[in-house]
Nanobody
Framework: QVQLVESGGGLVQAGDSLRLSCAASGRTVSSAFMGWFRQAPGKEREFVAT???????????WYADSVKGRFTISRDNAKDTVYLQMNNVKPEDTAVYYCAAALRGIRVAVSTDYEYWGQGTQVTVSS
C-alpha cells in the first residue's frame, strides 16, 4: 500500500507561483508513475501532469495542454516526493489538486489507471 499526502496549496493571485508537494509512504515510489490531477467545482477530475518512474521512461514527463509551459513536475526519489511547480497561475487553475501513483504501466492521462490517491490540496487563484 502507498499513502500519499499533498501539501502546499493556498490562495494566490493570478501570475504568482506555487509549489505543491506530494509525499509518499508505505513503500518506495521511485519506479512508479507519479501524477497530478485537479478537480474544479462542478467539473470532472482532469489530468495535469505525470512523471515516469526510473524503471519506465527515466524522467519523462507529460503535461496537459492547459498547463504546458507554466507547470513543471519533478520528483526526489530519495525522499519519495513529487512536486508540481506552478508558475504564472491563472484563475482557471483554481481546483483541488490530487497526487496519484501507479506501480504498473498506465495511460498517463486516465485517472482510473492510477492505483493510489492523496486527499487533495486546495489551490485558489484570485484575479
Amino acid at each position: 500500500q502507498v499513502q500519499l499526502v499533498e501539501s502546499g496549496g493556498g490562495l494566490v493571485q493570478a501570475g504568482d507561483s506555487l509549489r505543491l508537494s506530494c509525499a509518499a509512504s508505505g513503500r518506495t515510489v521511485s519506479s512508479a508513475f507519479m501524477g497530478w490531477f485537479r478537480q474544479a467545482p462542478g467539473k470532472e477530475r482532469e489530468f495535469v501532469a505525470t512523471m515516469a518512474g526510473i524503471t519506465w521512461s527515466g524522467d519523462r514527463s507529460w503535461y496537459a495542454d492547459s498547463v504546458k509551459g507554466r507547470f513543471t513536475i519533478s520528483r526526489d526519489n530519495a525522499k519519495d516526493t513529487v512536486y508540481l511547480q506552478m508558475n504564472n497561475v491563472k484563475p482557471e487553475d483554481t481546483a483541488v489538486y490530487y497526487c496519484a501513483a501507479a506501480l504498473r504501466g498506465i495511460r498517463v492521462a486516465v485517472s482510473t489507471d492510477y492505483e493510489y490517491w492523496g486527499q487533495g490540496t486546495q489551490v485558489t487563484v484570485s484575479s
